[in-house]
């Protein structure tokens, strides 16, 4: 179905809800979700149905957006060229990223798989369209990089959209953004915030990979809340 | 419980835990969470309990972030003195966007409700610590941005968390990013990146509130799908 024709079904719906109300079974689940939502780079290669890919989008289009801006552009990149020339900037960045480690860090970090750009059947990648009329440019005068944050929200909405249907999401950011936007030849305004890889994931674990690497555990740190 | 026993007390947990599987019914609930969650201006002013405000700064701590970093550190705004400075710094920052707002607009613009700043009971500045050693920099050299992408997720994750929970959540973004750092007196490291206000939502709603107002529908446009 075209998106406007979507929407226009969802307002239909729309008009005969009700607010919905999130029992103790649905709060746990919920929990489960946010515990075993994983940052993935091992895939099963087999592609996803398109049926899927199309309501996962138009899940991550439910995300907030400062001024209701929806700044978010998908790009969908599947031509073997263009993987090909994503793998080649991630390498360059990455072997500048491993020179860049300490002497101690730097055989554990090198041993790191960081990405599944060779087997996910499922790439996107991810724009905020910097131009864009959307919104009026409400809420986003003196912080405009709310118009990029509103951009993460539809990637974690997302992200957690597909954990539901048992799929994992892994973002690569060990890119040089402005050469992805000339490999995917988008327009000047759209400026790249994620790189996505999706599929079938190899493994389930409720501990982050790069803990389970010994890189870097989860700490209690960020949960000391300052009291003002 | 102080953060370090309960990260002990979830690693206990987890030891004996199963990949969940979602069902359909939890896949709807969660569709309906997504399109029922909000960005909420008015809010019912009675407090929230300690243990539910503990619980959702817990949840959003889940969130995924650069090579592990957690860099979101949360400052609870109480002191009247110091919330009275964020409403005055929101007011100059508001007065100089509807002076920039053009002729056929400004009318509607002065009449928009933007925050909820007298009214929500649970003010949660987030900021983005921008010199955190965790993660040990993983992810970000080329990206440096994705620090602060990382502290929105968290947001994100709290948002959805409490609309689970009935209570609505507004991220005010009109403000002075360090005019309000100075007012809560933060290590000079920290970013602001939301100025979050929780509480009981006045009303419920599928439709985004700058949509009601005829401010700014929802568009298809960010679901034209890019190929290549």
């Known amino acids: ?9 969802f307002r239909e719906r729309r008009a005969q809800a ?43 289009c439910l995300a907030p957006s400062v001024g209701n801006a929806q700044p978010w552009r998908f790009v969908r990149v599947s031509d073997p060229a263009r993987r090909a020339a994503v793998i080649a900037d991630f390498e360059r960045c990455n072997a500048s990223a491993l020179a860049a480690q300490t002497e101690d860090r730097r055989g554990l970090y090198a041993r790191l798989k960081l990405e599944g750009l060779r087997e996910a059947p499922l790439q996107l990648a ?3 369209d910097e131009a864009t009329g959307q919104g009026h440019g409400l809420g986003r005068r003196t ?7 509103s951009t993460v929200m539809a990637v974690q909405t997302l992200w957690l959209a597909a954990r539901v249907r048992g799929l994992g999401l892994g973002w690569v950011s060990i890119l040089n953004a402005e050469a992805v936007a000339g490999i995917l030849e988008v327009p000047p305004s759209w400026r790249l915030v994620a790189y996505l890889c999706l599929g079938r994931p190899q493994q389930e674990s409720d501990l982050p990979e790069l803990e389970r690497a010994g890189w870097q555990a989860r700490t209690a740190a960020c949960r000391r809340v300052l009291e003002r």
């Open 1 to 9: 179905m075209p998106a406007a024709l979507r929407l226009d079904a």
């Open 143 to 149: 912080m405009p990089e709310t118009l990029a944050y």
């Open 18 to 60: 009700r607010p919905p109300v999130f029992d103790a079974a649905f709060r746990n689940e919920f929990e489960a979700l946010l515990r075993w939502r994983r940052d993935v780079r091992r895939f099963h290669p087999d592609p996803l149905p398109e049926a899927l890919v199309e309501e996962l989008l138009d899940l991550a």
């Open 126 to 128: 991810v724009f905020c």
